[in-house]
């Protein structure tokens, strides 16, 4: 897959599948624009790949939209940024509910908005990918606020998906499963857990963000030319056992 001569907004292009991605894309020949927020992460990718960068705190709805309309022009969006707290169903707090919410839901919702408003006025064509994950299709303990905020995602990549479409625009999500990078260590760091999450897993690994950004290219790319609305798990196999 070519990329050359595309701009391509990656969202959370600091850290993990983001990155992976940025850099798979830079590879293959894509102008970056990374949104993201820790700014050593940004001067590093910079460095690496020539990407644009854009410092900006996804939870700020204001903030976003800014940031979203300065990425502009581009090609194609990859809404991958997202965050997590571990909390049992009985302690989620409302904090964290709109914590998550804000930055797995609303701001995918802000930057594909900006991006979508521009490629209609210009009469372009596109694709968006958004990053979900297999919690939207499960319960997963102690990830109440996180599996809401990823199923309010599809709901979202579903409507954009209809309304889109018939401007040329496709909108796809795509679902991994425990993928390693800092989130992971974050939310499966307890053996046990971990474990539990493994054995589902057919493919008997992991992800690594490699595996997931291939994806993620493969749904921007005109290979996946009649690729739209989908809900892609890239789990190994973890959705069928
Ligand atoms: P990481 O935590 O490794 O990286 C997330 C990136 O998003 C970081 O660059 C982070 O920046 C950025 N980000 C997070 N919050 C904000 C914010 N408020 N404003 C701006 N940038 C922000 O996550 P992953 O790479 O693991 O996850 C990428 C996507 O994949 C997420 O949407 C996640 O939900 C999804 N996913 C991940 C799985 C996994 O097991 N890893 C499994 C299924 C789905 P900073 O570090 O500065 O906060």
């Known amino acids: ?13 600091g850290k993990g599948i983001g990155r992976a991605t940025a850099l798979m894309l830079a590879r293959r020949g894509a102008e ?17 790949t020539g990407a644009q960068t854009i410092a900006v705190d996804l939870a700020d709805a204001d903030a976003t939209r800014r940031a979203a309309r300065e990425a502009l022009p581009a090609d ?5 940024a997202g ?16 914590l998550l919410y804000a930055v797995n839901t609303r701001a995918p919702m802000i930057v594909a908005q900006e991006y979508a ?4 006025a210009s009469g372009r064509s596109g694709a968006i990918v958004n990053v979900s994950s297999c919690a939207s299709f499960v319960g997963i303990p102690d990830h109440a606020a ?13 409507v954009m998906a209809k309304e889109l479409g018939p401007h ?6 795509l679902h991994p499963t425990v993928t390693l990078t800092p989130m992971a260590v974050k939310a499966w760091s307890d053996p046990d857990k971990a474990g539990a999450m493994m054995a589902r897993i057919p ?13 993620i290219l493969f749904l921007l790319s005109d290979e996946a030319a009649m690729v739209h609305g989908l809900s892609m798990p890239v789990d190994g196999g973890y959705m069928i056992a």
């Open 76 to 80: 194609l969006l990859v809404n991958c």
């Open 83 to 98: 965050t997590t707290e571990l909390e049992s169903f009985l302690d989620v707090s409302v904090e964290n509910f709109d």
């Open 117 to 120: 408003r521009d490629m209609v």
């Open 32 to 48: 970056v624009i990374a949104l993201t927020r820790s700014p050593a992460d940004l001067e590093t990718l910079k460095e690496e």
């Open 146 to 158: 996180y599996c809401a905020s990823k199923a309010g995602l599809d709901g979202l990549t579903r």
């Open 1 to 13: 897959m070519d990329f050359s001569g595309k701009r391509v907004v990656v969202t959370g292009a």
């Open 168 to 173: 040329g625009i496709r909108v796809n999500g």
């Open 203 to 215: 493919l008997g690994r992991f992800a690594e963000p490699d595996d997931i950004a291939e994806v």
